[in-house]
């Protein structure tokens, strides 16, 4: 709705910078929704931007204002109609409106215009939803080539619950932009080409061997957990034997220089290793595959190349022994220049270098106009560094930028907090140790099951299994998502699992029971597309509360923000909660009013269901 009504009354406010001599920039349009409904659905604060270049006093441009948005009030034009498009009064030249758009404006101290949407232009929007869902979230403008960098795990350790949010965050982002139409990559940069690879590989390379001897299932003998076992054992032999750790850096060199029995054993662990991964990618119902991996290891070409293109722009400095960049902007605490090290003093090669390889590879081969990371905000420091870097090579300028319409790539990082404990401290198990995934989800879809059991302890069996799922996995995303991500946040399954206040399991319940108005009615939600009418007040704030859906997607779309989009949800809910107190459906007192209301109730639905779907979460329709 705002957006549809921004760009109504641009064309109006261009014309009215005309006639006061001022140029007009997009922020003048300034729509905002006042937190009290009485000072009406939006207000525009153009008048205050406008008075000081127009040199005259807020209160007078904001009558000037209203008086030019006149011939789009109710009580200028009277009827309602939804044809008979109208494009000029009073030779004042407005946009194709078929009907009033305002039913009030009101012009308040200092230079307010306060805007009354008309119920019948609110209607006219929810038809178009109605018949066009999908549009109705596409963006505008040309769509992006993204990159989405998420999960990123490493291999040979087990997923933790540190990975829980990269994984669920992106995950809500790539869903997000495409959605609205952009073009996105994922990208799973896999930690699968360093020391503690090498350590790994080291000491399983033996294990191989026997258990292929013995003809052994190397998948079900070597599960991630053992990989991991395997690698914790390693670093401590390293750490206590420096002939070890010798050995492990031997390996690493030669895997690194393309051994090719080395190579076939790490390509075997990668795949043991990533078993574990995907089926709690698949728990997660996270939509990555496969062909979305790219670790570190795929960079392994590049680096050489990428620390020769770095130092013939003449900033490559050697500093200790280490080939290090020193960029202005980044000082220790004392003040004292902090490198960017591109190649270690030994010349190998480290975390930075892999990204900037990374960087120059999603710019220049896949085209990538914007690139998103999503890593804890410990990796804060490390990505401001490489994208300044980048950016002051000269990577992030594209030769196309006009034809892209794009200046320069955008490079976000997208930092979170920590998930904690109920001691307010990082969730660990009792025994100190990090808390694994796949034991965390179980116990969630498990305490959901005595949920859906008490609730509907009549339904089957699989059914319950099934929404207890759902339910469970629902309940651990968006008690993540619903957060600031900034934030760390405390993880408790009571607090998730609660059928009361911003939780998964409320809005799941809420979207049940709209479908179970539609089953104990024996209607069929497609047979729905009345035009709702908007007559009791709580009917009116549901359809505007609809129509601030893509508004919300947009925002998280560009702040990369997936609580905003948590909470439209959940007011939404509560919108749909006070018009099914005061508005009857099945019951409703004539035929009109309960086709209109049952629109209503398919659009919440749609909009609840498709809205969780962007969170990644399912909406089982009965629980
Ligand atoms: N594997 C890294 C970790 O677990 C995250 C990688 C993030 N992506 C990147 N391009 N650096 O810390």
Redesign the pocket.
């Known amino acids: 709705m705002r957006n549809h009504l921004s760009h109504l009354l641009k064309p109006i406010i261009e014309a009215i910078c005309g006639e006061l001599g001022v140029s007009f920039v997009p922020g003048m349009l300034d729509l905002q929704r006042p937190p009290d409904p009485n000072l009406g659905d939006f207000a525009l604060n153009t008048a205050m931007r406008l008075a000081k270049p127009a040199k005259k006093s807020p209160l007078v441009v904001a009558n000037l204002i209203a008086e030019k948005l006149a011939p789009l009030n109710e009580s200028t034009r009277k009827t309602c109609k939804t044809d008979a498009p109208l494009s000029h009064l009073d030779g004042f030249a407005v946009p194709d409106i078929p009907t009033p758009v305002f039913k009030k404006i009101e012009v308040v101290a200092p230079g307010f215009v306060n805007l009354f949407v008309s119920e019948c232009e609110i209607e006219n929007q929810l038809v178009k939803t109605l018949s066009d869902p999908v549009a109705a979230l596409c963006r505008e403008g040309r769509p992006d080539t993204v990159v989405v ?1 998420y999960s ?3 291999i040979a350790k087990q997923m933790h619950v540190g ?1 829980l949010r ?1 994984t669920i965050i992106g995950d809500v982002i790539v869903r997000v932009l495409e959605a609205r139409g952009d073009k996105v990559i994922r990208q799973n ?3 699968d080409w360093g020391l503690p690879i090498a350590m790994v590989l080291m000491h399983a390379q033996p294990i191989m061997r026997e258990l292929e001897a013995s003809g052994k299932d190397l998948v079900k003998e070597l599960p991630l957990e053992r990989l991991e076992e395997i690698y914790r054992e390693a670093t401590r032999i390293c750490a206590a034997d420096s002939a070890a750790a010798a050995e492990a850096h031997r390996i690493l060199v030669e895997l690194q220089n393309g051994n090719a029995g080395l190579l076939a054993d790490w390509r075997t662990i990668t795949r043991l290793a990533m078993v574990e991964v995907y089926r709690i990618y698949n728990m997660l119902d996270v939509t990555l595959t496969p062909e979305h991996e790219r670790g570190e290891s795929f960079y392994r070409d590049m680096l050489a190349d990428t620390v020769s293109a770095i130092d013939k722009t003449g900033k490559l400095v050697t500093s200790d022994g280490a080939g290090c960049v020193f960029l202005e902007q980044f000082r220790t605490k004392e003040g004292n220049p902090l490198p960017v090290i591109i190649q270690k003093a030994d010349g190998g090669y480290n ?1 930075a270098t ?2 900037m390889a ?1 960087i120059r590879f999603r710019i220049e081969t896949l085209r990538a106009n914007r690139l998103i ?1 999503v ?1 804890d905000a410990r ?1 804060a420091l ?2 401001a560094q490489v994208f300044a870097l980048a950016d002051s090579i000269g990577w992030t300028r594209r030769d196309d930028a006009v034809s892209i319409n794009c200046e320069k790539v955008s490079l976000e990082h997208v930092p979170f907090g920590s998930v904690l404990g109920e001691d307010n401290k990082p969730l660990k198990t009792r025994t100190g140790e990090n808390v694994k995934l796949s034991e965390l989800l179980q116990e969630s879809i498990d305490r959901a099951f005595a949920v859906v059991n008490e609730k509907n302890g009549a339904l089957p069996e699989d059914q319950k299994r099934a929404i207890a799922h759902d339910v469970g996995i629902g309940a651990i995303k968006y008690a993540d998502l619903s957060q600031n991500r900034n934030n760390d946040y405390v993880f408790s399954f009571d607090r998730m699992l609660a059928l009361n206040g911003n939780t998964a399991p409320y809005l799941q319940y809420a979207h049940a029971r709209i479908c179970s108005i539609f089953r104990k009615g024996g209607i069929s939600e497609e047979s729905i597309n009345a035009r709702p009418m908007l007559v009791h007040p709580a009917e009116r704030a549901l359809g505007l509360k609809l129509l601030q859906f893509p508004e919300s997607v947009t925002m998280v779309a560009v702040e990369l923000r997936p609580h905003i989009l948590c909470n439209y949800l959940y007011e939404l809910s509560a919108a749909f909660s006070s018009f099914y107190d005061g508005c009857p459906v099945l019951v409703a007192t004539s035929e009109d009013e309960k086709q209109s209301r049952l629109a209503l109730c398919r659009l919440t639905r749609d909009t609840l269901a498709r809205g969780l779907d962007l969170l990644g979460i399912r909406t089982p329709r009965e629980m």
């Open positions: 960098d990123s795990v490493n990975h990269t940069h896999l930690g975390y892999f990204d990374a990371y890593t990796q490390h990505f």
